[in-house]
């Protein structure tokens, strides 16, 4: 089984930055795709980037398309989630993910972080 933690979260001003890490352990041969998701209060938890194998593939979603860029480091079983230009609609908690499908649903990913509390202040 694989195993995810985040780090990286905190209080930034609207337009600031952030990078967010994921260290995965275990049986990380499995986590093919590997995923960033959010949740903020009252709203499901949503798509926000997710990444091949190879790092050759990456996917976001519009909301963040050119201000977020998700990356893999496989030698030490890391995932990147940089978050530049940052606004307080991305308040949330992020999840990273894994899973063998890359698709942008929740329920394609079988293995979740804690999560880590994201809040941008204007």
């Known amino acids: 089984q694989v195993q995810l933690v985040e780090s990286g979260g905190g209080l930034v001003q609207t337009g600031g930055s952030l990078r967010l890490s994921c260290a995965a352990s275990?049986?990380?041969?499995?986590?093919?795709?590997m995923g960033w998701f959010r949740q903020a209060p009252g709203k499901e938890r949503e798509f926000v980037a997710a990444?091949?194998?190879?790092?050759?593939?990456?996917l976001y979603a519009d909301s963040v398309k050119g201000r977020f860029t998700i990356s893999r480091d496989n030698t030490k079983n890391m995932v990147y989630l940089q978050m530049n230009s940052l606004k307080s609609e991305d308040t949330a908690v992020y999840y990273c993910?894994?899973?063998?499908?890359?698709?942008?649903?929740?329920?394609?990913?079988?293995?979740w972080g804690q999560g880590t509390q994201v809040t941008v202040s204007s």
């Open positions: 275990g049986r990380t041969s499995r986590s093919g795709v």
């Open positions: 990444i091949g194998w190879s790092g050759g593939v990456t």
């Open positions: 993910a894994a899973g063998p499908r890359f698709l942008t649903g929740p329920t394609a990913y079988d293995v």
